[in-house]
Nanobody, 120 residues
Framework: VQLQASGGGSVQAGGSLRLSCAAS????????MGWYRQAPGKQRELVAA???????NYSDSVKARFTISRDNAKNTVYLQMNGLKPEDTAVYYC???????????????WGQGTQVTVSS
């Protein structure tokens, strides 16, 4: 299973970006999907997550600014980021909990990370 993230870049404060992450490989089904971020010198933190039933969860720092969604037909999760702030600068990683033929229990997979830089 591979996760390919895209959509990062550099924007000014108040701007918007949309991240995408597509899962591929031998999958039976995808459970939850989500986005984490890691800023320099800080621990990786959860940004948003979405269940297979489209229930969403956001960190307090991004609520009302970011929206997570998924397209199950495309095995893709999105993160629409509006009202970006300099403190949103980080490497963003997508993750997915996936069931495959090889494992009984789901396994978490990670994408390669995409840089988001917000200037003031």
């Amino acid at each position: 299973v591979q996760l390919q993230a895209s959509g990062g870049g550099s924007v000014q404060a108040g701007g918007s970006l949309r991240l995408s992450c597509a899962a591929s490989g031998s999958m039976l089904w995808i459970n939850s999907m989500g986005w984490y971020r890691q800023a320099p010198g800080k621990q990786r933190e959860l940004v948003a997550a979405i269940s297979s039933g489209a229930t969403t969860n956001y960190s307090d720092s991004v609520k009302a600014r970011f929206t997570i969604s998924r397209d199950n037909a495309k095995n893709t999760v999105y993160l629409q980021m509006n009202g970006l702030k300099p403190e949103d600068t980080a490497v963003y990683y997508c993750t997915a909990s996936v069931n495959t033929i090889a494992t009984i229990n789901p396994k978490n997979y990670w994408g390669q990370g995409t840089q988001v830089t917000v200037s003031s």
